[in-house]
Nanobody, 121 residues
Framework: QVQLVESGGGLVQAGGSLRLSCAAS????????MAWYRRAPGKQRELVAQ???????NYEDSVKGRFTISRDDAKNTVYLQMNSLKPEDTAVYYC???????????????WGQGTQVTVSS
């Protein structure tokens, strides 16, 4: 059984910063790509940032230069540092990861439960 648990969301004023964390737990063999998605009210879920197992990163255009994704493989954790936040960044942020377990030697995709980020103007 694998779980992804996010933390770090909250309410912040425009221009402020937040750091999201997502820790994977369970009988984890290895983790490949880890990512953050978000769903704003009335919109579809979108990819915000992703980081491959080798460290290569990819960002959605609107967050480039403001958000930084990183990972700590020793802790099975992915982070999203969000700076210069804007009201349009308001959304539920979801952690996503491709994880293989000791029981099942292939990668499956997992989602966290989501954490709310609200940016006030």
């Amino acid at each position: 059984q694998v779980q992804l648990v996010e933390s770090g969301g909250g309410l912040v004023q425009a221009g402020g910063s937040l750091r999201l964390s997502c820790a994977a737990s369970g009988s984890i063999g290895s983790i490949n790509t880890m990512a953050w998605y978000r769903r704003a009210p009335g919109k579809q879920r979108e990819l915000v940032a992703q980081i491959a197992g080798g460290g290569r990163t990819n960002y959605e255009d609107s967050v480039k230069g403001r958000f930084t994704i990183s990972r700590d493989d020793a802790k099975n954790t992915v982070y999203l540092q969000m700076n210069s936040l804007k009201p349009e960044d308001t959304a539920v942020y979801y952690c996503n990861a491709d994880i293989s377990t000791y029981q099942l030697n292939r990668y499956l995709n997992y989602w966290g439960q989501g954490t709310q980020v609200t940016v006030s103007s």
